[in-house]
């Protein structure tokens, strides 16, 4: 009788799944690579000999049965041969199986490396709109699913379906040969109804697998959502709301996994049944053709042994069934990330960025996150090499996606933006921003050492420069005073170190990159006023003859600049030195004076988290 059988997922889309099958091949039989392609055949040949063993065995056991059935008389040579015989062909199937996965474990690992690989660099490669979009959680479930389910789909179905169902022909051509074609003609049947059952009884199951998956990957996105926001959820005391949100995911699962659980006890009873009356069926005629002297007690022995040989691989079918189909569907998954459209791309004839002096220009710049907002009406400036321009104003006026605009995040809707004469969009994207170093508002640091941190700027770099990197930052004194120096974790997302511990770290990086063009979005936003001013003066001796592009809420930190704009509603209102502009006595002037009368800065939703919003 078939084990009882755990669950998988899956799924009614035939059409579906014999794409995702095709889109894999490739990755089986690569392009170029003789090795794997080698490999590949031998262990199908390997496959196809330890099947012709399997169905051997019997014959021999069948022929060693009726040797001794025969009387006391019977020859010992014969039977030492038969059983030898056997003994060889049995380590021949053992053995050919095992050099099957032996040539072929490196193909398979390999097309699951080349998988996952290219799925991590196209995500790399997507925009940040698709990043801003996807939940952190759903995602990296998706691609560990989607590498789980190729090796599974490679381990049972080109290892167990296809052997399996090759055993079953030989096996039925040798029951036709030997007997009639009702032994074939009932055991083809019997298994055919063993696969037509558990076909239809599991794709009547697909709807509470799916919503098991869809509420399992709520409840992980939920959870990892919570804990990366972990001093936010604290700072609000929303403990037991969190909790509330996870454990409505939790329970909607488990209404979903017990009525799972019941049906499929329902497809285990039918598929015991379908087994218990084939045998049943075909010992019964093994057993009239030895009564009638038309079999012998070895034949009668060879179908029993060739049913119970055949229907054990069989027992596992509908586990095999259904974590292939769940296999399919998260591959499927998977692919659909690689075949996700780039909304940044190369453009086929991209052109380097030549060494240059790292000039800037926005020409009448236009963009919106949305059709229906437009953030960006028409900025036209330039920063020339070696000089400092800061954009100032409000909160919701778009300085940030400007920064945001040079990296190419995102592409203009209308006008230019040039650096040393080239249109950005005719590049290519790593020669853009390896000639850009920025320092942003929100730092974030990886799950590392603070060296690995800082060395992140430029990954090549020596120990000295990053020390120096380090000084420069005026976080070198900081790092030593810690008992691990510059090998301290960070934690994750850098929660270990304070906002202004965490700005500096990402200033020593940006310095240690070396760029031709700074951007400094609230870089000293975190700092005191004296570690600050400190700072200031290493930014402008790194960024002394480069181009500087300065984002500033505080307007003392942008006095020095050779030039100033005023961004107000996505329109550049002023612009001069700090001078000329107080002199005015415009927006800027206002701004100046509200700041050196309250001392506190105005701070609000940023233009993205405004344009999102409304979309």
Known sequence: MPPRQTDATPRPNTKGDFNTIRTLLPYLWPKGQVEMRARVVVALLCLALAKLATVYVPILYKQAVDLIAGGPGFAIEALVGIVLAYGLVRVAQQAFAELREFFFARVGQRAIRTVALETFQHLHALSLRFHLDRQTGGLSRSIERGVKGIEFLLSFMLFNILPTLLEVVLVCGILWYLFDVWYAAVTFGTIGGYIGFTMIVTEWRLKYRRQMNEQDQQANTKAIDSLLNYETVKYFGNEEHEARRYDSSLRRYEDAAVASRTSLSLLNIG???????????????????VQRGVMTTGDFVLVNTYLMQLYLPLNFLGFVYREIKQSLADMEAMFRLIGERREIADPVDAKPLEPGPGRVEFE?????????????????????????????GPSGAGKSTISRLLFRFYDVTGGTIRIDGHDVRELRQRDVRGAIGIVPQDTVLFNDNVYYNIAYGRPQAPPAEVEQAARLARIHDFIMSLPDGYQTSVGERGLKLSGGEKQRVAIARTILKEPRIYLFDEATSALDSNTEKAIQGSLREVSKNRTTLTIAHRLSTVVDADQILVLDAGRVVERGTHAALLEADGVYAGMWRRQQETGVEERGPTAEQLALSAG
Do not use: H, N, W
Not at 272 to 281: M, N, Y
Not at 371 to 380: A, F, N, Q, T, Y
């Open 271 to 289: 598929q015991g049944a379908i087994i218990a009356v084939g045998l049943t069926a075909v010992m019964t005629m093994a057993g009239y053709g």
């Open 364 to 392: 009448d710049v236009r963009f919106g996150y949305g059709p229906d907002r437009e953030i960006l009406k028409g900025v036209s400036f330039t920063v020339e090499p070696g000089k400092t321009v800061a954009i100032v």
